[in-house]
């Protein structure tokens, strides 16, 4: 009880340090730096990003995964991995392709194109696990009483896509606001875009605290109103329903064609693009491009950090887990809920955090290692959280009371019991932090020790020097990284949804 606490007593840095700088800066100056034409531009833009490029994911994932799932679309048992692999592309990595492509590719339009291709996946993966599982018989017995086919859509499926909609709506959100390499290629000013500006020139400064105040209440704001929209109904039913499938709905041949259509266009704009640059630059680049030391030395680097970061958020969630699991209180759920706020917040929001902490506080922990890991298990204790919290909620109790009548202390009993029936859940929560961290930016921009650099370091560095064929050995290597946790979610979805 008390390690979770303290765990989540340091989450909430991020919010204490936004709210210390206001009554340091002061209300009056305070005000007169959010209420400026600079904040209205940057608030118009980020909110033109994300009303244009959320519905458009969210249309386009429920469509493709109708499609994919529900119909005799040819190829239908290849495009489920197919869709969901643009995950492993990184949205900058994914912007390096597009704008290597069309070298003129900038503002609004050209963000939307490049996050909806990096983040459909989000809406499609839930929405394909809902379809997948959802009763036929819901349907039929609609269809019996006289609804049409639009009617049974709207009235029977479409709401139970909900939360499929919410939540990967809401994930969608929160990446446009904390996303930083990609727009900046783009050349389209963001809140995350114009903090890092505003670090770069003035380092911790008030106007760059209370552009990320504003950004921070932006998330808040995400957060709440898709709290507001799920609302309380439920969603499961009493008993198994029927266990088959539902059957594919039979296209006309005249419309097979343009259908396979869309989704090759939609693969070639989310992984042919990306990969097809990366290749490119492989190839006009040669064997020069390919230097051993410097990414021998990028890999090692981050392959350790998110190790390490993977191993402490991994390690950090099972206290958390336990008490979300073991007990049904009010307090057991704000606990829970407390480290999903703050690790939605952007990632330099975080990492601003920590840099003023750590200056004025404990100096000794500034630009260390340390630190790095401290802000990226801040960052992704969700993806650890939620599968630990899942092996344990399988653990059966009453093994662990046979363990202690048999005399095992309580600690032996959590290691010889307990952590191994979790540790394959803890296994798949470690490797989701490690491919985050592995891809990780404007965080690791900000704390990392001199010296350091990663791949996404490596990458960036080379890209905004326009060395196109330098930053492509990294790009391909991260996206290979990302490649097993990629499928990894694909099968547990298929899982979950018992296909």
């Known amino acids: 009880m008390l390690v979770a606490l303290i765990l989540t007593a340091l989450t909430f840095i991020p919010l204490g340090y936004i709210v210390s700088v206001l009554f340091d800066t002061?209300?009056?100056?305070?005000?007169?730096?959010?209420?400026?034409?600079?904040?209205?531009?940057?608030?118009?833009?980020t909110g033109l990003l994300v009303a244009c490029t959320v519905p458009i994911c969210v249309v386009g994932g429920i469509g493709l995964a109708w499609l994919v799932e529900r119909t005799d679309v040819p190829g239908r048992a290849w495009w489920g991995p197919v869709l969901v692999a643009p995950l492993a592309v990184p949205a900058f990595v994914n912007s390096?392709?597009?704008?290597?492509?069309?070298?003129?590719?900038?503002?609004?339009?050209?963000?939307?194109?490049v996050a909806t291709m990096s983040y459909f996946p989000l809406v499609y993966l839930p929405a394909a696990a809902?379809?997948?599982?959802?009763?036929?018989?819901?349907?039929?017995?609609?269809?019996?009483?006289?609804?049409?086919?639009?009617?049974?859509?709207?009235?029977?499926?479409?709401?139970?896509?909900?939360?499929?909609?919410?939540?990967?709506?809401?994930?969608i959100g929160l990446h446009l606001l904390a996303e930083y390499g990609a727009f900046v290629m783009l050349r389209y000013d963001t809140f995350t875009t114009a903090i890092f500006e505003q670090y770069q020139s003035s380092f911790a400064g008030p106007a760059g605290s209370m552009l990320a105040g504003v950004l921070?209440?932006?998330?808040?704001?995400l957060l709440g109103g898709e709290s507001a929209l799920r609302g309380d109904a439920r969603y499961a039913r009493l008993g198994s329903g029927a266990q088959r499938a539902a059957e594919p709905v039979a296209l006309p041949t005249a419309a097979k064609l343009p259908l396979v259509g869309v989704l090759i266009a939609v693969t070639i704009g989310a992984l042919g693009v990306p990969l097809w640059t990366i290749f490119r630059w492989l190839w006009l680049g040669g064997a020069k491009v390919w230097d051993g030391v410097e990414i021998g030395n990028a890999l090692g680097q981050t392959i350790a950090l998110?190790?390490?970061?993977?191993?402490?958020?991994?390690?950090?969630?099972?206290?958390?887990?336990?008490?979300?699991v073991r007990s049904k209180s009010r307090f057991a759920r704000w606990i829970e809920?407390?480290?999903?706020?703050?690790?939605?917040?952007?990632?330099?929001?975080?990492a601003l955090a920590l840099v003023t902490v750590t200056i004025r506080y404990v100096p000794d922990l500034y630009q260390t290692t340390a630190l790095v890991v401290i802000a990226y298990t801040m960052m992704f204790l969700p993806r650890a959280l939620v599968s630990v919290r899942s092996g344990l909620a399988q653990v059966p109790i009453g093994l662990e009371e046979v363990s202690r009548s048999l005399g095992e202390a309580p600690a032996a009993t959590f290691f010889r019991v307990t952590l191994r029936l979790t540790a394959p859940a803890a296994a798949s929560g470690a490797a989701l932090v490690f491919v985050a961290?592995?891809?990780?930016?404007?965080?690791?921009?900000?704390?990392?020790?001199s010296g350091t650099r990663t791949l996404a370091m490596q990458f960036w560095g080379l890209s905004g020097e326009l060395d196109y064929a330098a930053a492509a050995p990294y790009a391909l290597i991260m996206i290979i990284a990302a490649i097993p946790v990629t499928y990894l979610l694909f099968t547990q979805s298929r899982k979950a949804a018992g296909a």
Do not use: K
């Open 26 to 45: 002061g209300l009056s100056e305070a005000a007169e730096l959010v209420f400026r034409e600079r904040v209205g531009q940057l608030l118009i833009n």
């Open 96 to 113: 390096y392709g597009w704008v290597s492509v069309f070298p003129r590719m900038h503002g609004l339009l050209a963000a939307v194109i």
């Open 130 to 171: 809902t379809l997948r599982r959802l009763d036929p018989a819901l349907e039929e017995s609609a269809r019996a009483l006289g609804s049409g086919p639009v009617e049974v859509w709207f009235r029977v499926v479409l709401p139970q896509l909900r939360l499929a909609i919410l939540g990967g709506g809401l994930l």
């Open 216 to 221: 921070v209440l932006c998330c808040l704001a």
């Open 306 to 324: 998110a190790a390490s970061a993977a191993v402490v958020t991994t390690l950090c969630a099972f206290p958390i887990a336990w008490i979300a």
């Open 337 to 350: 809920g407390a480290n999903y706020i703050t690790s939605s917040l952007p990632g330099i929001v975080i």
């Open 437 to 449: 961290v592995s891809t990780e930016l404007t965080a690791t921009l900000l704390l990392a020790p």
